[in-house]
């Protein structure tokens, strides 16, 4: 019937009328994130605190949008000495492929999504700074007598 | 109280419901929309908030006025004034209850619809005066809307004029008095010529008033703001205004004309005048019940093409609107 559309929107207006708001008020509502949602890149810890990372630069090498980077000193004793571990955040798109190559979950891809800023120079953050990278060799010494089974050759 | 004294006292009461009015509604459409898109609308300032409008109209009023270099000077600051005028005498012959009403006008219904028809001008000249291509093209839509539907218009109320045989405003809500058999209110929407004209009427006031779906002038999505793009500070807010105080004229027209004015259906209207403030609650009612009738065709419908518009008016609604009368004169001479 002609005109018969024209009603049906209205219903349906009015159905979402009756409803009530879906909305949610978000700076003091939230909703809780997927588990696997994917936002800024954030680095790994172990337990007693030191950084994951090995500065293998493989998530270097891998970002398709070069944002990040790593400046490392290497030592005499083939320590490595991270002294910054950068991140264009303001350029990132998420795709989480530094976390996929990542040899030593040393990265993640955390849940932090307000990440509006008010000075562009905050859209270049340093994930690691002037801290030393993980080896076997050192973590082996900082855990003592508990050795990991694994790298006890 | 002295006539000049009677007079200032009128304007300034139709002032004050005007722009009451003005800041209620645009309130109540931010609420109707938002509901109607699931969402909340303002929440903020005030209770539900419920200050919002009046926070704008502060904003409106301290803002930089604005004049662009290339505009038309004079018709530029007139433009405000002959839209927002025409809109506030408007409301001099709209019968809020039996005795009130600014001026008791014989021809209330032609001199409401004459003292309208002045907006489109006002609006015409706006959107030149502000030499903006957006600004042009949506005063010469609104003209051209504007006067087309203003014939059907005026002829879907002429089969009113003649069943009642007044063309006083207070003059039809008294004749819509009783029921049909003692069942039906005897108001016009409940006889068949009665909704045949409202259903033009419905459809032409819309267009009138630059209602989505029939906002072609202002079309945000193409022209801007259309005729108010260069207007800024308070001259935008008399022609914003204007548009939702028309809103509540037709509104208001309409509940006269078709749904008994400030009657209650089943009780008479002695009764209903004897309670004091009962009509004119009544009467605010049923205008704010239309009103938010067009509020949620505005959140429904998606804006029109302007071609349709004027094919649905000059090859459709008027002669329709002609067929109306011919066939309301036809019945009224030989039935009743």
């Known amino acids: 019937m002609w005109g018969a559309g024209l009603v049906n929107g209205l219903r349906i207006t009015l159905r979402n009328l009756r409803r009530g708001p879906i909305a949610v008020k978000y700076p003091y509502e939230k909703l809780e994130l997927p588990e696997r949602a994917r936002w800024a890149v954030r680095p790994k810890y172990f337990e007693d605190g030191s950084p994951k990372c090995t500065a293998c630069m493989t998530c270097v090498r891998t970002c398709p949008d070069h944002i990040l980077s790593l400046d490392v000193e290497t030592r005499e004793d083939k320590t490595k000495h991270i002294d910054r571990f950068g991140y264009e955040i303001g350029a990132c798109m998420m795709c989480g492929l530094c976390v996929e190559v990542c040899p030593f979950d040393a990265i993640r891809m955390s849940h932090e999504y307000e990440l509006a800023v008010t000075d562009v120079s905050g859209l270049d953050e340093a994930l690691l700074e002037d801290v030393d990278a993980a080896s076997a060799q050192r973590h082996r010494a900082a855990s003592d007598g508990t050795k990991d089974p694994e790298s006890d050759d | 109280m002295s006539p000049t004294a009677g007079v200032i006292v009128r304007f300034v009461a139709l002032l004050g419901l005007m722009l009451t009015n003005g800041v209620v509604m645009i309130y109540m459409l931010r609420k109707v929309l938002g509901r109607l898109h699931i969402r909340y609308g303002p929440i903020h300032v005030g209770w539900h908030g419920t200050l919002q409008t009046v926070n704008d109209v502060l904003k409106l009023l301290t803002k930089e006025d604005i004049t662009p270099s290339a505009v038309d000077r004079w ?9 927002f005028v025409p809109s506030l005498v408007a409301y001099a012959a709209l019968p809020f209850s039996p005795d009130l009403a600014a001026v008791q006008l014989d021809t209330g219904l032609l001199f409401t619809f004459a003292v309208l028809s002045i907006v489109p001008i006002g ?16 005063g010469m839509r609104a003209a051209a809307q504007q006067i087309a539907y203003e014939v059907p218009l005026l002829l879907s109320v002429l089969p009113i004029v003649m069943i009642a045989g007044t063309a006083s405003l207070g003059g039809i809500v008294a004749y819509q008095e009783g029921t049909f058999l003692g069942v039906v209110p005897h108001w016009f929407i409940f006889n068949p010529l009665g909704l045949a004209s409202f259903a033009i009427f419905a459809v032409a006031a819309l267009v009138e008033l630059n209602q989505t779906p029939f906002d072609m002038s202002e079309a945000d999505s193409e022209l801007v703001a259309g005729f108010a793009t260069e207007y800024s500070a308070m001259k935008f807010g008399l022609l914003f205004l204007s548009e939702f105080s028309n809103q509540f004229v037709l509104s208001a027209l309409g509940v ?16 209903v005048s004897s309670v004091p403030g009962l009509p004119v609650a009544v009467f605010m ?7 938010a009738v067009m509020m949620w065709i505005r959140g429904t419908f998606p ?7 004027m094919q649905l008016g000059w090859k459709r609604l008027i002669p329709a609107a002609l067929a109306l009368v011919l066939v309301a004169g036809v019945i009224h001479k030989a039935v009743l």
């Open chain 2, 303 to 309: 804006r029109v093409r302007i071609d349709q518009l």
């Open chain 2, 75 to 83: 018709l530029y600051r007139l433009a405000p004034a002959l839209v």
């Open chain 2, 123 to 138: 609006i015409l000249v706006a959107g030149w005066a502000s030499s903006n291509k957006w600004s042009l093209l949506g």
């Open chain 2, 256 to 271: 006269t004309l078709f749904f008994g004015g400030w009657m209650l259906p089943w009780i008479s209207a002695e009764a």
């Open chain 2, 285 to 291: 009612l049923k205008a704010y019940a239309g009103i």
